[in-house]
């Protein structure tokens, strides 16, 4: 426990948001240990090597790279971005057609109309409604308030504010807002259209995601870090031991200490017992609530959010190393998607379409002349826990899981096959054992049109000096809530202990 400070805090994981957290408690004086059973930082941010390969597991697109807006602030203050190139994408993915037509998802809401128009003009109503919304949305300018303040000091004036500020975008949210992507997909009466909506992001996801997305790139907010996710995370663990704070891998907590109903520490797997004035919760929610408190304090709502709520599902996750520059190919967020002639078969379930992203964006992740590519199916857990329990069985599944993805790839991609340098397959066991993600969840809750609303709480009824932060209780999770929840548990402290929050970018 780094010395010199009032008051002791515990933090249970370093992910992002543990990070985060322990990085403004120590610009705050308070005593960080975040206790974290991987031996490395960033949790689901995170990339790994292979055969002088990264593989990124993570970051597509990062909110908060525009200059003047809250995340950015956040960023900086964690250290995160300083002297980062960000490659801003001019197309969030490029869906193929079977006829040798593509479908650009543009993030200029002019280019995104008339290429939506040239495939679909029946649809032209619905075209405008979409891009119509993503040029409202691209003018739309987060309030530092809004994102920096945690919404417990927010008083009844600054709630008030922000809905008026809400208010003129109401017009542009209406045609989304109740619909699910899956739903919103319907409204286009061209089959191409139509399918590519479907396939672009899950089903159940708000439809509001989808010019969101667009816009915050279109206005420079959101790109692409170079140098990937774990370097990502590594610069706010930098910042955290900088500042003071102390990080200890390969720490497992399995228990919350609680005395007279007020969380005093944690136990570790190794037994050792560590005290703390607060204890905050980083990690996974189900294991924080049903393992480390034992079911206790848990409220009814709560324990129904894991029967009810959906999750991101989990992925089977194939990274290829391929010495081939793609030059034709430009920085896609999500890649480009097309059908090959025959389904994939992954984890039981079948695939028609393939997303395949091309990172020759970022030359860190690759040699000279070499490019690292990915391609994600969302995975069924239960499935490979069963494989699980025959070794060579789950083995081969993965084997075969890189071969058909390179076959298929082939006929996009002809003479790929002789080029692959490198696979590797991560299945959804992968992410619960380096993570601990309920169900190797990617993202926790998914934003449905229904959990969009939901306020969770971050805290347990009866259970004093205990706070939870993270993707599990900010529906929909990602990289931005992470960051804001770690600067707003520090503020709440603060605030508690009658202390003036004070946050601050680092020297140099
Ligand atoms: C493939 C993929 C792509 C993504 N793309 C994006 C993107 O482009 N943009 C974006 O914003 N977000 C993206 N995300 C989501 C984003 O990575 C997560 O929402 C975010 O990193 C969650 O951070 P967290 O700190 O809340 O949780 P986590 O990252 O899950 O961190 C929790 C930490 O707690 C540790 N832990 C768990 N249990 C214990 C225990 N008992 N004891 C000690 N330590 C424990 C874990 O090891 C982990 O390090 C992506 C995720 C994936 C998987």
């Known amino acids: 426990m780094s010395e010199g400070s ?31 059973l991987h031996d490395k ?28 807006s809250p995340f950015y602030r956040i960023w900086r203050e964690l250290g995160a971005i300083q002297n980062r190139e960000i490659v801003f994408y001019d197309a969030f993915a490029r869906y193929e057609l079977p006829d040798g037509r593509a479908i650009n998802f543009y993030v200029d809401p002019d280019r995104l109309e008339e290429e939506f128009k040239r495939i679909g003009p029946e649809d032209a109503e619905v075209i405008e409604e979409l891009t119509g919304a993503i040029r409202k949305l691209t003018s739309w ?60 992001f899950p089903p159940r996801l708000t439809a509001l995601g989808l010019p969101l997305t667009l816009a915050g790139m279109h206005a420079g907010n959101t790109g692409y870090p170079v140098g990937g996710s774990l370097d990502f995370a590594r610069a706010i663990a930098e910042r ?21 109903d007020t969380a005093i520490g944690v136990r570790l797997e190794d037994g050792s017992e560590h005290r703390a004035d607060y204890v905050i919760g980083a990690a996974d929610a189900h294991s924080t609530f049903f393992e480390l408190l034992d079911g206790r304090y848990i409220t009814e709502a709560q324990k129904r959010y894991f029967e009810e709520l959906p999750i991101f599902e989990p992925l089977v996750f194939v990274g290829l190393g391929v010495r081939d520059t793609f030059a034709d190919i430009p920085p896609l967020t999500d890649g480009i998607i097309f059908t090959p002639s025959r389904p994939l078969r992954v984890g039981g379930r079948n695939f028609e379409q393939l997303h ?3 990172e020759n964006f970022d030359p860190t992740l690759a ?33 075969e899981i890189a071969l058909e993805v390179v076959q298929r790839l082939e006929e996009r991609f002809p003479g790929i096959s002789s080029k692959v340098e490198m696979t590797d397959v991560a299945t959804p066991l992968t992410f619960k054992r380096y993570t601990n993600n309920w169900r190797g969840s990617m993202e926790g809750w998914l934003m449905t049109p229904e959990a969009m609303n939901m306020g969770m709480p971050k805290t347990l009824p009866g259970l004093k000096n205990f706070r939870l932060i993270g993707q599990w209780v900010n529906p929909g999770g990602g990289l931005p809530p992470a960051g804001s929840d770690g600067r707003h548990v520090a503020m709440i402290l603060c605030k508690r202990d009658g202390k003036r929050f004070h946050a601050e970018e680092p020297a140099g």
């Not at 922000?162 to 089959?191: D, I, W």
């Not at 955290?240 to 007279?260: M, P």
């Not at 002349?369 to 789950?394: H, S, V």
């Open 367 to 399: 040699p000279e002349g070499a490019t690292t590519i990915k391609t994600m199916f969302y995975g069924d857990y239960g499935w490979w826990l069963e494989k699980a329990k025959d070794k060579p069985a789950y083995r081969q599944a993965k084997e």
């Open 240 to 260: 955290c031991t900088d500042l003071g704070g102390e990080i200890a891998y390969n720490s497992r907590v399995v228990e919350v200490l609680i005395e007279n």
């Open 41 to 68: 930082p960033g949790g689901l941010c995170t990339s790994w090597n292979r055969k002088g390969y990264t593989i990124d597991g993570c970051i597509h697109w990062l909110v908060g790279a525009a200059p003047g």
């Open 6 to 36: 009032e008051k002791r805090v515990i933090i249970i994981g370093a992910g992002i948001s543990g990070l985060s957290a322990g990085c403004y408690l120590r610009m705050n004086g308070y005593g960080v240990t975040i206790f974290e």
């Open 356 to 358: 395949v992203a091309i």
């Open 141 to 200: 300018k987060q309030r530092d308030d809004d994102i920096l303040t945690p919404p417990e000091h927010r008083g009844l004036f600054a709630k008030v504010g922000g809905f008026f500020r809400m208010l003129p975008l109401m017009g542009a949210f209406k045609p989304f807002y109740k619909l699910s992507q899956g739903e919103y997909a319907q409204r286009y009466k061209n089959p191409h259209l139509r399918a590519a909506l479907s396939e672009i």
